[in-house]
């Protein structure tokens, strides 16, 4: 259906039996700058580990202006030989790749307590980054035999460190397995910054799912939408036309014409669907159920809508937000945790989420079955509370699968931009439940963020790196959605009316920082896999 949607020249492009001579020379282009990137990255390292050594900072900053010159120049000259734009489209900006890339260094570098035992780590890892950088290049060119190479220098590499780490005089310090996959991170953020591959591309191979929340209008009325979602995506969530409201306004009244739209684009791009959102107690919940006046009315409401709506669709959704927000909000206004205080809890008491579960599993027996909430990523009483209520849920024996943390960084919890360790954290502690954990709704606000854009997005970037790497570093962590794809459809606008720029995408569907951080994260997993 989409392809229907398509303007020739995108089709074109899609196409893999079309322009395959052009496809090469794209390839070609990324390996250049990948290749650069993998000499960058030792070299960044050589500079991080020596300012570690000497504490000369003057000397650091030299030697990141040369690495920065080189950069740029090699990346030019792959973007003139390229046969159109789109190598220097697809990949970041040769000063966004290198402040990102030397972010990620002194991140790792400083993480071992003792400077020396840094500036140790840093020349240990040089040659072994260089090499696992080069591995998306041989990905690029050859993809057909690079697996087996993959294989091979991975465990090689595993081996050397496993071999030549912790040092004498530095203590324990990190052990080898955190210094191989801090490694693999770092080649990750400097393969992810040139290479040309897609994050469906990617995600497809590490399997994973990276998907997009979307509103079915928005996508078939704008062609580089629709480009961008099946280029970077494989799972798609309804931003609205799931939700209770937009099913089924009436009582006896369903209204799928919006959730088709989704079920159909997700068909013909062989995408996942994540469902959202069946039992919501806060927004778009008609009024017929608000007004419901005794417990037995509203449950009559409750199967009537979950039978309906998660049965029409059986089968063919992989995972639902069966119940979402069951906290209180933090968001309008901050109030004491808790369950939110809504129609639910008032005439059907705590136990209506267990309720909707079993009713979900009844109508639909294949499809994951998830709480979703926000907040809860940054660990506190709010995470504790969630915590609880999963682990009372999964007691009494609610049919439950998974949990999803909705991630609108910087939002809820106002202002706080959790980090890769926090974020690990949090997602372990779910999935040490046996549950399945998404990041269901990411966007991060540049609110609280420097006025500056430029400054702003690359801080940005680091911080969807950060969610990326810790669902990551947890097997059980499936999937990430992002809540919109191009700044310029961000609810964030629309529904609180700021000035916000908080997804992957800039307003005219140029990839930012955000982009390059959860595509290097991918990258970063891809290569610690093999
Ligand atoms: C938001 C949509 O993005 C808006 O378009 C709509 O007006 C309100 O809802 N948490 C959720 C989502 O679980 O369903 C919300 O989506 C954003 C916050």
């Known amino acids: 259906m989409l392809r229907v949607l398509l303007p020739i020249p995108l089709i074109l492009l899609l196409s893999p039996a079309l322009g395959h001579a052009d496809d090469a020379a794209l390839a070609a282009c990324g390996a250049a700058k990948v290749h650069a990137m993998a000499r960058a990255c030792s070299d960044l390292l050589s500079a991080e580990a020596r300012l570690l ?8 900053v030299r030697r990141l202006a040369k690495v920065r010159g080189r950069i740029v120049e090699t990346w030019a000259k792959a973007e003139a030989q390229a046969p159109d734009s789109r190598c220097a489209t697809f990949t970041a900006s040769p000063d966004g790749a290198v402040d990102f890339v030397d972010s990620v260094v002194s991140e790792i570098l400083s993480s071992v307590p003792v400077a020396s035992c840094g500036a140790k780590l840093g020349r240990r890892l040089r040659r ?11 990905e690029l060119l050859a993809p057909a035999g690079a697996a087996d190479e993959r294989t091979k220098v991975i465990g090689r590499i595993r081996t050397l460190l496993s071999r ?9 310090g990190p052990d080898a397995n955190e210094v191989t996959r801090a490694l693999f991170r770092l080649a990750g953020a400097a393969a992810g910054q040139g ?24 996508v078939a009325t704008d062609p580089d939408y629709q480009s961008a979602l099946v280029r970077e995506s494989n799972s798609l969530t309804a931003e609205n036309v799931m939700k209770w409201g937009p099913t089924q306004p009436g009582p006896t009244q369903f209204s799928f014409a919006g959730a088709d739209q989704i079920m159909a684009l997700a068909d013909a791009e062989r995408m996942r669907v994540r469902g959202h959102t069946l039992v919501w107690g806060a927004l778009q919940l008609p009024s017929y159920v608000q007004n419901a006046s005794t417990a037995a009315e509203l449950r009559g409401y409750m199967s009537d809508h979950i039978a309906g709506v998660i049965g029409q669709y059986a089968g063919r959704i992989a995972q639902w937000d069966v119940v979402n927000e069951p906290l209180r909000s933090t968001v309008d206004p901050a109030t004491p945790d808790g369950l939110d205080d809504n129609i639910f809890t008032q ?19 294949t499809a994951g079955l998830f709480v979703n909430e926000n907040g809860i990523a940054v660990p506190g009483p709010r995470q504790d509370r969630f915590y609880q ?6 007691a009494a024996g609610a049919p439950l699968d998974g949990v999803g943390l909705q991630a609108h960084v910087g939002l809820t919890p106002l202002s706080a931009y959790p980090t890769r360790d926090v974020v690990e954290t949090s997602v372990r502690r779910f999935a040490d439940l046996g549950l399945d954990v998404e990041i269901t709704e990411l966007d991060a606000t540049v609110l609280f963020r420097p006025p500056d854009l ?23 962590c499936t999937g990430i959605t992002t809540w919109g794809l191009s700044d310029q459809y961000t609810w ?7 000035d916000d720029y908080p997804l992957p995408f800039d307003d005219f569907w140029n990839r930012k920082p955000a982009y390059f951080g959860m595509r290097g994260s991918l990258l970063g997993r891809l290569l610690a896999d093999s």
């Open 164 to 172: 030549r780490w912790p040092v004498k005089g530095c203590g324990t």
């Open 195 to 218: 290479t040309t591959r897609g994050i469906r591309e990617l995600a497809d191979q590490v399997g994973l799912s990276i998907g997009v929340a979307i509103e079915p209008g928005e």
């Open 492 to 498: 964030l606008r629309t529904f609180f009316g700021f």
């Open 454 to 476: 430029a400054l702003a997005f690359a801080i940005q970037g680091q911080d969807y790196r950060a969610y990326a790497d810790g669902c990551f570093a947890v097997p059980r």
């Open 128 to 138: 072994h980054c260089r090499n696992a950088v080069e591995l998306e290049v041989d």
């Open 389 to 394: 209520l999963i682990v009372d849920l999964l």
């Open 53 to 60: 050594a000497t504490g000369n900072a003057e000397g650091k």
């Open 347 to 365: 005439l059907i008491g705590p136990g209506y989420i267990a309720e909707a579960l079993h009713l979900a599993r009844a109508a639909d027996p």
